[in-house]
Nanobody, 126 residues
Framework: QVQLVESGGGLVQAGGSLRLSCTAS????????MGWFRQAPAKEREFVAS????????YYADSAKGRLIISRDNAKNTLYLQMNSLKPEDMAVYYC???????????????????WGQGTQVTVSS
């Protein structure tokens, strides 16, 4: 089992920045890929970005390209999401997720992930 704990959410004005963190514990050696998803009220969970845990190769949703940056620190077992130039439409609960090698590392659907964090709220004021 892998446990994931997110942090770093909060209230920010439009145009501002936030950095989300997600720390993994447990059987972290089994992690093949990790990703960020977000879910706004009354909407489905949406893919944001994913990363190959070993190589650091990244993959982004079109809505994230150029503003949101996924990265990881293997030594700290921590995943990050740097969020810049935030817009009101970025407001959502952000979830980190991890999966074993049964899914492609760039998995962009929730069903491709085995473990989930509890989520952290990002609120963007206009």
């Amino acid at each position: 089992q892998v446990q994931l704990v997110e942090s770093g959410g909060g209230l920010v004005q439009a145009g501002g920045s936030l950095r989300l963190s997600c720390t993994a514990s447990g059987r972290t050696a089994s992690i093949y890929g990790m990703g960020w998803f977000r879910q706004a009220p009354a909407k489905e969970r949406e893919f944001v970005a994913s990363i190959n845990w070993s190589t650091g190769t990244t993959y982004y949703a079109d809505s994230a390209k150029g503003r949101l940056i996924i990265s990881r620190d293997n030594a700290k077992n921590t995943l990050y999401l740097q969020m810049n130039s935030l817009k009101p439409e970025d407001m959502a609960v952000y979830y980190c997720a991890a999966h074993r090698s049964g899914s492609p590392w760039y998995a962009d659907e929730p069903k491709g992930y085995d473990y989930w964090g509890q989520g952290t709220q990002v609120t963007v004021s206009s």
